[in-house]
């Protein structure tokens, strides 16, 4: 059974920087992408960041420039860096991974999502 477990949310004031940590742990033949999403009461959960097992990435137009995905791929962890942080950014924050298991079928896991709150 394939797990991602994060870390690193926590409560920053504007302006301030936290950096997520998602880790893959389980059977599974390979990752290919993996990224970052959050949700907010009432909304739909959005797309943050996500990176290819390559290394290209893709940012939410709100949090280019404030925001780096990266990942480690001996490790099977991505991370998140948020730079500059906003009131908005408030939001639980869920990992994402899309695993091809060894069975060679592709799966979409998510982690179990962590709280960011800014506020001052």
């Known amino acids: 059974q394939v797990q991602l477990v994060e870390s690193g949310g926590g409560l920053v004031q504007p302006g301030g920087s936290l950096r997520l940590s998602c880790a893959a742990s389980?059977?599974?033949?390979?990752?290919?992408?993996m990224g970052w999403y959050r949700q907010t009461p009432g909304k739909q959960r959005e797309l943050v960041a996500t990176?290819?097992?390559?290394?290209?990435?893709e940012y939410a137009d709100s949090v280019k420039g404030r925001f780096t995905i990266s990942r480690d791929n001996a490790r099977d962890t991505v991370y998140l860096q948020m730079n500059s942080l906003k009131p908005e950014d408030t939001a639980v924050y869920y990992c994402?991974?899309?695993?091809?298991?060894?069975?060679?079928?592709?799966?979409?896991?998510w982690g179990q999502g962590t709280q960011v709150t800014v506020s001052s």
């Open positions: 994402n991974a899309k695993i091809v298991a060894i069975n060679r079928r592709d799966y979409d896991y």
């Open positions: 389980g059977i599974m033949f390979s990752i290919n992408a």
């Open positions: 990176v290819t097992s390559g290394g290209s990435t």
